[in-house]
C-alpha cells in the first residue's frame, strides 16, 4: 500500500489497541481528542450542571452541527441529533405525511431492520430493479416512477454486508423530477463515500466511519418538506420551541447525551480537517486491496464486485465454515474483530451468513497479510 504510511498518524491518534480492528462497519474507533472532549463535557455537567454545560458548549455544537448537515446535504436547521440512526428512521417514519398501505421502493440489498421498521409503519414494500452487481437499475427506477409512482423511494446507500454503494445522487435527481421523495439510509455512508446528494431525507449514525461517540445519530431533511412534517412533543417542549424554528428543533429538545454530541463535533471537525474528499478515496482504495488481498484465499470467496467504492468486504464460506465461530476464533486465537453477518441483515438477499472485514483508512499491507494468514488456519 504506496499510502498507509500517509495515513499512520490516524492510527497514533487512538488510543493502543490491543487487537487488529477491521469493523469500523459496526464502530469506529474514537480518537484521543474524541474521547477528551466527551469526557471534559461530562465533567463539566458534574461541575456546573447538564443545561448550565450545555448553554457553554452551545457554539461548538453549532459549528459541529454546520459541519454534518453540509456533509448530509441539508441546511443546518434542517439536521437534528438523535440516539441512533434507528431513531431517526422511526422519528421520519412518525413525522412523514404518510398513509397505512403507501408503497416504499426499495433494492433486494435493503438493511432487515428498515424492512421492519417500514412494515410495522404499514407501508407496503416493492423492490427496485438492480443491475448484476446489486446496484438500483436507474433506467428501471425512471420507468417505475413514470408508470406507477411509490409514495417513497428508499436507498441504503452503502451496504451492510457486502461491497456495494447505491447511485444516490442519480436517483435524487430523477425522484425529484418525477415528484418522489427519495429517503437514503447514510448509515454506513457517512464519513466513508460522500452522502450530499440531493435526498429529501438522510439519517445516519455516529459512531461508524466518523468515529464519533455511539449514541448519537443524525436526521437531516430537505427544506421544503420542513412544514409538512407533524412532530409530537410534550406541552413543555411545544410551549418552549423557538419562533421560526422548524419541527425538526422538538426531535432536539428531548433528554439528550450532549457529551456525546459534542465528541461527535470533536470528531467531524477532525474528519474535515483531513479532508473528506482523501478519506473517500483511502476508504475506496483499502477496500479495493482487502478483496485483492484475499480474493485468492482457499476456503473462501469475496462477495459482491472487487471494485465497488466500498471499504467493506464480505467473505462466503466455501468449505462450510461456521461464520459465527470463525468470527470468534479471530478474536479470541488471532487478536482480529470482524463481524459475522447473519442473513436477517439483508432478508431479500442474503441467503448465508457472511464474514465482514472492514477496515479504516490506517489498514496497512501487514494488518491484511495477518487477516489471511489467520484465516487460512480457519478453514
Known amino acids: 500500500m504506496g499510502q498507509e504510511s500517509a495515513w499512520r498518524w490516524w492510527r497514533e491518534r487512538r488510543p493502543a489497541a490491543p487487537y487488529l480492528h477491521l469493523d469500523s462497519a459496526a464502530a469506529g474507533r474514537s480518537s484521543l481528542a474524541t474521547l477528551a472532549a466527551t469526557a ?14 450545555a448553554a457553554e458548549a452551545a457554539p461548538v455544537l453549532d459549528a459541529g452541527r ?24 422511526d422519528a421520519l ?39 448484476p452487481d446489486g ?10 416512477l413514470a408508470q406507477a409512482p411509490p409514495a417513497l423511494v428508499h436507498l441504503t446507500q452503502v451496504t451492510s454486508h457486502r461491497s456495494l454503494v447505491q447511485p ?7 425522484c425529484r423530477a418525477a415528484g418522489v421523495p427519495l429517503w437514503v439510509d447514510a448509515a454506513q455512508a457517512l464519513g466513508h463515500v460522500e ?12 459512531r461508524k466511519w466518523l468515529t464519533g461517540p455511539r ?20 406541552p413543555l417542549f411545544m410551549a418552549s420551541r423557538p419562533a421560526g424554528s422548524n419541527p425538526l428543533w422538538l426531535l432536539m429538545a428531548v433528554e439528550a447525551n450532549v457529551a456525546a454530541w459534542i465528541g461527535l463535533c470533536t470528531a467531524v471537525g477532525e474528519y474535515v480537517a483531513a479532508g473528506p474528499d482523501l478519506i473517500w478515496s483511502r476508504l475506496a482504495a483499502v477496500g479495493r486491496q482487502t478483496r485483492e488481498a484475499l480474493s485468492d484465499l482457499p476456503g473462501w470467496s469475496v462477495a459482491g464486485p472487487a471494485d465497488a467504492g466500498s471499504a467493506i468486504t464480505a467473505l462466503r464460506a466455501t468449505r462450510g465454515q461456521d461464520i459465527a465461530a470463525v468470527r470468534g476464533r479471530l478474536l479470541d486465537e488471532h487478536g482480529i474483530v470482524t463481524t459475522a453477518g447473519s442473513v436477517t441483515r439483508a432478508p431479500r438477499e442474503m441467503t448465508e451468513p457472511l464474514l465482514r472485514i472492514s477496515p479504516h483508512v490506517d489498514c496497512t499491507a501487514h494488518d491484511l497479510a495477518r487477516l489471511r494468514q489467520a484465516l487460512g488456519t480457519l478453514t
Do not use: I, K
Open 215 to 234: 449514541g448519537v445519530g443524525l436526521l437531516g431533511v430537505a427544506e421544503p418538506w420542513w412544514d409538512r412534517l407533524t412532530v409530537t412533543a410534550a
Open 40 to 53: 471534559a463535557h461530562a465533567e463539566r455537567e458534574a461541575a456546573v450542571g447538564a443545561y448550565v454545560a
Open 195 to 206: 452522502v450530499a446528494c440531493g435526498a429529501d431525507a438522510v439519517y445516519a449514525t455516529s
Open 93 to 131: 417514519l412518525a413525522a412523514w405525511p404518510l398513509r397505512e398501505g403507501d408503497t416504499v421502493a426499495v433494492t433486494p440489498c435493503e438493511w432487515g431492520p428498515n424492512l421492519h421498521a417500514f412494515t410495522r409503519r404499514g407501508l407496503r414494500v416493492t423492490e427496485l430493479a438492480t443491475g
Open 168 to 174: 444516490v445522487a442519480q436517483a435524487a435527481a430523477l
Open 135 to 144: 446496484a438500483a437499475d436507474l433506467a428501471a427506477l425512471e420507468r417505475m
Open 66 to 89: 454546520a459541519e454534518l448537515a453540509r456533509l448530509l446535504g441539508v441546511p443546518a436547521p434542517g439536521l437534528a441529533l438523535v440516539q441512533s440512526a434507528e431513531a431517526a428512521l
